[in-house]
């Protein structure tokens, strides 16, 4: 499980741009969390800007020490992850959530999401936890599938 940061200085400023590099140069990525690119601290970036299933949008974010605040409506639908790149799985996930967190900058920030940015916000959590989305499918026969890959 992922530490919180005490405080927010230069080397976790430096983290959050590092979660942007990687989120940007990954085709079709829409978040990465800190223990994914080896750092074990409570942080992750979100964008699904232009994201065909996204309805909320609050562009490109990090979040120190995020705390899911709420979590309603549940619904299945297919997720991917840079963690496990050649599956997407069936997943069910709150389509509206509450977030708060520290910025890069030292600020709160509350996020109200819904959709896609929901689920994003919750897969991302869910790194901070030591959880990959195979541990929330209800079945791996039947629920994980090999990602189609188009050249």
């Known amino acids: 499980m992922a530490v919180a940061v005490t405080d927010i200085g230069p080397e976790e400023r430096s983290l ?21 690119i080896g750092v074990s601290i409570r942080a992750f970036s979100v964008d699904v800007t232009g ?8 562009g490109p974010l990090v979040l120190f020490n995020p705390v899911l605040i709420l979590a309603r409506h549940l619904a299945v639908a297919r997720e991917g992850c840079l963690s496990v790149p050649d599956f997407t799985g069936n997943v069910a996930r709150a ?9 890069p900058e030292g600020g709160t920030r ?9 689920r994003a916000l919750l897969h991302e959590l869910d790194h901070l936890d030591g959880m ?3 541990d929330r499918v209800g079945s791996l026969s039947t629920d994980v ?7």
Request: proline residues 4%; contains cysteine; aromatic residues 10%.
């Open 51 to 58: 994201h065909k299933k996204a309805d909320s949008c609050h």
């Open 110 to 118: 509350v996020i109200e999401a819904n959709a896609f940015e929901a």
């Open 132 to 134: 990959l989305f195979l």
């Open 16 to 36: 959050a741009a590092d979660l942007f590099d990687t989120m940007f140069a990954s085709p079709s990525c829409v978040g990465v969390a800190a223990p994914q």
């Open 145 to 151: 599938f090999r990602r189609k890959r188009y050249k």
């Open 95 to 103: 389509t509206e959530v509450v977030v708060a967190g520290l910025t």
